[in-house]
């Protein structure tokens, strides 16, 4: 089975200012990994995934995210946040390959971003 | 091209009415999931479909509720006797094949209020 956790649901920045968002995971199988961003009244929109290969994954927006196996964390960076930033953020470790791609989603972290 | 669409985008509903939701997903795609997004549970996966194989409905929360994949295309997730409880976002998503690194593409999701 797997599970993800995100430290803090809510995480305030300044514009500029470092974007990190934090991702542990429990997996009993290599994990895929994945980044997601909701913004209000919307779907959610994939900005990075982790699948095997470099460990560093670069995604859409200036985000990237760094894939730690010793430390199960697949941790999300931006190095200047933008007011376009603010939004829900959604860490995901896809299930069993035999089982489809189910996904198993953190709770979630929303970002605030301040003028 | 277009992206996956969901209807209604909003539903209100009484306690104990039946709802219909309605997925439309991307065109070939031939893996389809259903999410829902609640304050209490957050996202939590609830049924997928893969081509002309049974799907998986490990997730569906109780036996009120049911899904349905017609021609490989359009899906409707159905709830029967709807309980407040049954208020959350249900998203649909599709993507090429249920792959464990492929991509979900997400609609915009169904807004359910019960009464």
């Known amino acids: 089975a797997q599970s993800v956790t995100q430290l803090g649901s809510h995480v305030s920045v300044s514009e500029g200012a470092l974007v990190l968002l934090r991702c542990n995971y429990s997996s009993s199988v290599p994990p895929y990994l994945f980044w997601y961003v909701q913004y209000p009244n919307q779907g959610l929109q994939l900005l990075l995934k982790y699948t095997t290969g470099a460990t560093l994954v670069k995604g859409i927006n200036g985000f990237e995210a760094e894939f730690k196996k010793s430390e199960t964390s697949f941790h999300l960076t931006k190095p200047s946040a933008h007011m376009s930033d603010a939004a829900e953020y959604f860490c995901?470790?896809?299930?069993?390959?035999?089982?489809?791609?189910?996904?198993?989603f953190g709770g979630g972290t929303r970002v605030l971003v301040k003028p | 091209g277009a992206g996956v669409s969901q209807s209604p985008s909003n539903k209100v509903t009484e306690k104990g009415k039946d709802v219909e939701l309605r997925c439309d997903p991307i065109s070939g795609h031939t893996a389809l999931y259903w999410y829902r997004q609640s304050l209490g549970q957050g996202l939590e996966f609830l049924i997928y479909f893969q081509g002309n194989s049974a799907p998986d409905k490990s997730g569906l929360p109780s036996d009120r509720f049911s899904a349905e994949r017609t021609g490989g295309s359009v899906s409707t997730l159905t709830i029967q006797r709807t309980q407040q409880e049954d208020s959350a976002v249900y998203l649909c998503?599709?993507?090429?094949?249920?792959?464990?690194?492929?991509?979900?593409?997400f609609g915009p999701g169904t807004r359910l209020t019960v009464l």
């Open positions: 995901a470790v896809s299930g069993y390959k035999a089982a489809g791609n189910k996904l198993t």
């Open positions: 998503a599709s993507s090429w094949d249920s792959g464990r690194s492929v991509e979900q593409f």
